[in-house]
């Protein structure tokens, strides 16, 4: 069992910058993949990025060059370090935290980012 506590979100102005947590507890962190999801108004959940367990990353089109994924498997903590941020990004941003081989997926409970001047 895996529980996931985000922090990190508010509101920024255009062309600032903000960094997600994402805490991790209740199993081995170090057999997760994890991912950050985003979901806007009106709009379909969407991948933002991703890290697998090896440190392999990977990014959506929209963000690739402004945000940077990271996991320190030591503090069990995933981080979407957010930076030129877009009134587009406004959205609520999700933690996750899957094991295929396993059957395993669990989701926070996302956090709102708001960039608006």
């Known amino acids: 069992q895996v529980q996931l506590v985000e922090s990190g979100g508010g509101l920024v102005q255009p062309g600032g910058s903000l960094r997600l947590s994402c805490a991790a507890s209740?199993?081995?962190?170090?057999?997760?993949?994890m991912a950050w999801h985003r979901q806007a108004p009106g709009k379909q959940r969407e991948l933002v990025s991703s890290?697998?367990?090896?440190?392999?990353?990977n990014y959506a089109g929209s963000v690739k060059g402004r945000f940077t994924i990271s996991r320190d498997n030591v503090k069990n903590t995933v981080y979407l370090q957010m930076n030129s941020l877009k009134p587009e990004d406004t959205a609520v941003y999700y933690c996750?935290?899957?094991?295929?081989?396993?059957?395993?997926?669990?989701w926070g409970q996302g956090t709102q980012v708001t960039v608006s001047s």
């Open positions: 996750t935290a899957s094991n295929l081989r396993i059957g395993s997926n669990y």
């Open positions: 209740g199993s081995n962190f170090r057999i997760y993949d």
């Open positions: 890290i697998t367990t090896t440190g392999n990353t």
